[in-house]
């Protein structure tokens, strides 16, 4: 990934649910480019290609909360960096009017979490989990929850696994 953008958001949700921002951010952008969510927050082609890189850090200045969300895209692919901006900073007021409306309040993907599934890539479809670069299970899709945390059915049997992004990732079979 060789150029992007960096937007500096503040979205009005509970502190707890800034964790959602990069969700959020991501499924407008694959809107916008009528793309697809690798999960958790990558935006990618219909067939997985790399599209869009999402990643987002929040912090709490004398205004308050915010969240630095960097998009990032090879320089080849000639994205409209203000197209991205806005589609993501419209996609966070939504966010935040669904959650004002109060249909946020079970978790931070709550508002989002149809959609999302609706984008998502490879939701009931077999992927390895990565644990520090290397197979750690291998299983299906078979869900995420309003925090974000990924579900696998193992394909050995066993209890779902439950993942949360800074625990592993997930590449399709």
């Given amino acids: 990934m060789g150029v992007g953008t960096s937007l500096t ?9 800034v964790t959602g921002a990069p969700y959020v951010c991501a499924l407008a952008v694959a809107r916008e ?17 790399p599209l869009v890189a999402v990643d987002a850090r929040a912090g ?3 205004e308050g909360v915010f969240v630095r969300c960097d998009l990032m895209w090879d320089e080849g692919r000639g994205l409209d960096a203000a197209a991205l901006e806005r589609a993501a900073e ?3 007021g939504a966010w935040e009017r669904a959650y004002a409306d109060g249909r946020g309040a079970a978790g931070p993907l709550a508002s989002v979490l149809g959609d999302y599934f609706d984008a998502l890539l490879g939701m009931g479809e ?6 520090g670069g290397r197979v750690a299970a291998r299983g299906t899709l078979s869900g995420v929850d309003v925090w974000g945390r990924a579900t696998v059915r193992p394909e050995a049997g066993g209890p779902d696994l439950e993942l949360a992004p800074e625990q592993a990732r997930l590449r399709p079979l």
């Fill in 60 to 62: 709490y200045d004398a």
């Fill in 126 to 131: 077999p992927v390895e989990v990565l644990r």
């Fill in 33 to 49: 480019l009528g793309a697809r969510v690798a999960w958790p927050h990558a935006v990618v082609s219909a067939e997985g290609e």
């Fill in 9 to 17: 958001l503040r979205p009005q949700v509970p502190m707890g649910f």
């Fill in 90 to 92: 419209e996609g966070v």
